[in-house]
């Protein structure tokens, strides 16, 4: 659906699922594959039928293996700096998108492959994937968000062993630091990202929205602003049909079934 040059969009409600389609470069990030992207999400974002997005890899060697190298030569500082800024505002783009996203990681998710996957709420690895930020052997940093957002989401240590050493680890590796969610066999992968993806399709979706917003930026400010932030979006929900659902299906020992509204 759309028409797209570096990625395929499929719209299928409940879910949307955006495949990374530059599998002979291993889904290397182009520039109209990024600016593909972001359309996409300003194209969900009111959606109200499509409650996730999947982002996956064409092909089942990569997820992602980064920005494409070959952008990177012959350019001036200046023009690096506005290119760089267009990948982390998608980056951005999808921390602020109000409906959870999953990374299906099935291959290598390096460099930008990396900073997209740790942007995305979830992750799910098949047990081949492999991750890292290679950058420091090209004489660079991560420039995505990985000194960053890896430094929050697995801690100060590891990240800096990502980032200074450039290392790659296995599917099992990530999951032991937290850097993904869940490990699948390989011939699984499908199945068990489709049934996470229901789990979350099937939620609440204003609540879903809220949890993502407190996470992410409540954990942005000190504590004590954090907690009345939460504060603040546990009091909205209860101007919601859903929490009204949510509450009498279990006073009604039934399952509840949400709307978004
Ligand atoms: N940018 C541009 N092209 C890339 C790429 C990237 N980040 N990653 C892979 N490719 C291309 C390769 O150049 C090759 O293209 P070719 O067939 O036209 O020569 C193709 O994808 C397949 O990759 P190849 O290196 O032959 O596969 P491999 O199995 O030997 O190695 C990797 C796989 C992922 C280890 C290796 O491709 C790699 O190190 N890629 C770069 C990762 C990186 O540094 N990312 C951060 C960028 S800032």
Redesign the pocket.
Known sequence: MGSYKDIIFERKPPVAWVTFNRP???N?ISLTLIEELGDVLDKLWNDEEIRVLVLTGAGDRAFC??????MFQGKSPHTMFHIIRKIVEVTEKMEKFPKPIVAAING?A???GCELAISCDFRIATDKSAFGQ??IR?G?IPGAGGTQRLSRLIGLGRAKELCMLGDRISAEEAYRIGLVNKVVPADKFQEEVQKFVNRLAEGPPVALKMAKYACNFGTQVPLDVGLVLESGVFGILFGTQDMVEGTSAFLEKRQPKFFGK
């Open positions: 002979d470069k291993l290397a293996a980064g920005a494409d190298i070959t290598f390096l460099g930008g290679p950058e090209l660079l």
